[in-house]
């Protein structure tokens, strides 16, 4: 693209496409950035250039798919947990697409009874096919192609970002955003020049000599009427500046008021022309002297070491309150170069610039008075801790200041030159100005006798929000500075703006040395660090933008405004309705105390109750708050199932205790969320016991037999997939078993009451579980008469056996239930079946 810029083919008539249908392969701010120094020619050439590659998938199922990868790949036998920055590659998709067709083709083989090493039988398979991948529609042509969906792609800030897409299933193209083409133009190129490419398609005899001659005709009609407009100018020009002077100030309408305002509350740095190594610097490291005149009746400078504060004087003046700046002259010549400028800075009228009133040249002094701002500087605002800055007045005050100097980079002053927290000053409404600015020839000419005293710190204070290049020039190239040295300025106030701080203040270093380092072209360059819980990470990157060491690169603030716009989630930022918000909501704080205090206790008696009914059945629970005695109740019927772990005590001897105890909180909370699905109620554990009952303590009829029976098939599942963290190798044996019988039940205690179960029902329960084996569900006679006038359960007679207590029973294993499609583990004859 460098070598088409110097063949002069950028200039509108061609357009480049480049066919990048390889993953790896990335168009955007790499690509154009090199080391060879012609960034700026390279990212211009790139514009209009037009990128087809193979479109990336914007599914459901795309996005389920990935998220897939990342949680298989943190599985054995990768362990591997990729990065947030790091995206699954196409590829993959792909890959999945390919195995799918392939096992498509397999499946056809075998069904036509082929013998699938057959390379040729199973190829045959996969041609003219059609099916819906992950990647989107898949179709495979008669020689094996695959036609994908493609993706065109456009330049746009810097990145190649897709404009339109072709889809190939249904021939379709669709356009999603417009088309940039070089010089910003979104009108496409012609496809052949006018005249063909040799000509052939004018005579060029006839064809030429009329176009040379409207072609003159039309030069000299637009160089005449150039002329006439510049010469109406100039003529215009001359007659405001003889008329009268608007922007000048007699003294004699200055009443100076007893006001003590900030220097940068007034108009910023200090007007005046000292520079160092040839630049500007300003006066906030410095005090104003005023001249023993009485008349001025303002307050005393204040030294800076020990307020952190300069004072400047107030005036009204018609009726409206301006802050006075003294510059150090002794006279002023208002050459013709000064009255243009004076002309020019007073016609300036945006919101976000304070406002130039006019100066004041009499009695050998000189005077420059601007709109007093009286909230004070930023610098001011940021530095007072008593002043609450949420995120709305910091994203305010960004866009206000970047508001500002997009008016004044598209206005004659071009620059500003000296832009610092200080020289940025805030109304009475909140509004954030831009000051300080322009009046570059008045200004010429300081007297440095009378200037005040400066040392090198201060000197290196003040030259903190410097661009690199214009700290490492000899001399300026302008006493105005440049709009890329602005937008590096502008980023160091962000820094303040987000830490509420001085430029690198998080740093441990002299001023002094910051101004070394920055000069220096170390890699990376220095530059304040900033916390990342101080700001957001668009915020952020954002300032890393906007002070990038290579000039050319940094954006316009045209480009900024956009970008914070985006981070403040394409909201408009309006100072002053975030002011009346903040009062409304003063206004109403004490009914919102009321509103918040209430919920708070609604929140906590809600999480109180939540527990309680964790611990007592709801019913219960409900009759325990409103005081009520808990009677015992007796059911008439009711079924209860036990389960514990087989081995559990050799399990524990061979485990730590809190190996124990992780295994038991796994287990026993993959079985809650599994009996939240079912009308049952869990009783208790104890130890690796199990207990739960259901038809209590709010009856259900006879469903209860059904409810106990579907639940211990989805536990008794549940095992064979259950892993023990610190023995992952070692599977689990559950017995469980039910009975079906009256219950009673009961309250017991008042510390940490509990519901209890008491019945010759739960002692059957318990056997059926005890004299069970691993990996089964032995119900009881009664549980298999009930569950029999259901039915639908697969159950097994396992015959009579001894149980304590009951002498001889008859007994049932339960292995299914139709509908129940979970898996089920085989029951295996462990060494420790037996307790």
Known sequence: MLFASSMKLLGGDFVFIVIDVLPESRFGVNTWMGDDGRDAEAIRAYEGLLNVHILTPQTETWRSFKNRVRAKMKDPPFYYTMPDDIEVDIRAANLFDAVLLYANALNKTLRDGFDVNDGLIVADYLFNTRYEGLSGPVVIDSLGNSDPDYALENLVEGHMVVVGAYYNSNDSF????????????????????????????????????????LATLGVMIIIIAILCALAYRKFKMEMELNAKELWKVEYKDLLFCKRAVSLAGSIGTKIGSRHVNGHPIGASIGSVRHSNDKSL????????????????????????????????KNSQVVSRQTLKELKNIRNLNHENVNRFVGACIENGKVWVLMVYCNKGSLQDVLENDNVKLNEQFKISFATDICKGMEYLHSTNIVSHGRLKSSNCVIDT??????????????????????????SQREICSALLWTAPEILRAESPTTERGTQKADVYAFAIILQ???????????????????????????????????????????????MIECWQENAALRPNFSKIKSKLRAINNNKSVNIMDNMIL???????????????????????????????????????????????????????????????????????????????????????????????????????????????????????????????????????????????????????????????GPVASGVVGLKMPRYCLFGDTVNTASRMESTGLALRIQVSFESYIALGEFGGFLLEKRGDISVKGKGSMTTYWLKGKDGFTKALPEPTMHPLCIK
């Open 582 to 740: 903040l009062m409304e909501q003063h206004s109403d704080h004490l009914e919102e105390l009321v509103n918040q205090r209430t919920t708070e206790l609604e929140e906590e008696k809600q999480k109180t109750d939540e527990l309680l009914y964790q611990m007592l059945p709801r019913t219960v629970a409900e009759s325990l708050k409103t005081g009520s005695t808990i009677y015992p109740e007796s059911f008439e019927e009711a079924t209860v199932y036990f389960s514990d772990i087989v081995g559990f005590t050799k399990l524990s001897s061979t485990s730590s205790p809190m190996q124990v105890i992780d295994l038991l909180n796994d287990l026993y909370t993959c079985f809650d969320a599994i009996i939240d699905n079912y009308d049952v109620y869990k009783v208790e554990t104890i130890g690796d016991a199990y207990m739960v009952a259901s038809g209590l303590p709010v009856r259900n009829g006879r469903r209860h037999v059904t409810e106990i029976a579907t639940m211990a098939l989805d536990l008794l599942s549940s095992i064979a997939s259950f892993r023990m963290r610190h023995n992952p190798d070692e599977k689990l044996q559950m017995r469980s078993g039910f009975h079906t």
């Open 297 to 328: 009746n303002s307050v005393a400078s204040t030294d800076r070491a020990t307020t952190g504060q300069i004072f400047s004087s107030v005036a009204k003046y018609k009726g409206c309150l301006v802050s006075v700046k003294l510059i150090e």
């Open 496 to 542: 303040e703006i987000a830490v509420r701080g001085p430029p690198y203040c998080t740093h441990t270093v002299e001023p002094e040395d910051v101004i070394e380092m920055v000069q220096a072209r170390s890699s990376p360059p220095y530059r304040p660090r900033i916390p990342w819980d101080s700001c957001k990470p668009k915020m952020h990157s954002l």
């Open 429 to 454: 409404r909140w509004v954030c100005k831009i000051t300080d600015y322009g009046l570059y020839a008045f200004k010429r000419g300081v007297n440095p006798t009378t200037s005040p005293p400066i």
């Open 174 to 213: 669709r356009m999603l955003s417009e088309v940039r083409f070089h010089g910003g133009s979104n009108r496409a190129p012609a496809d052949s020049p006018a005249c063909g490419w040799t000509n052939e398609l004018c005579n060029r005899t006839t064809a030429n000599t009329t176009t040379i001659v």
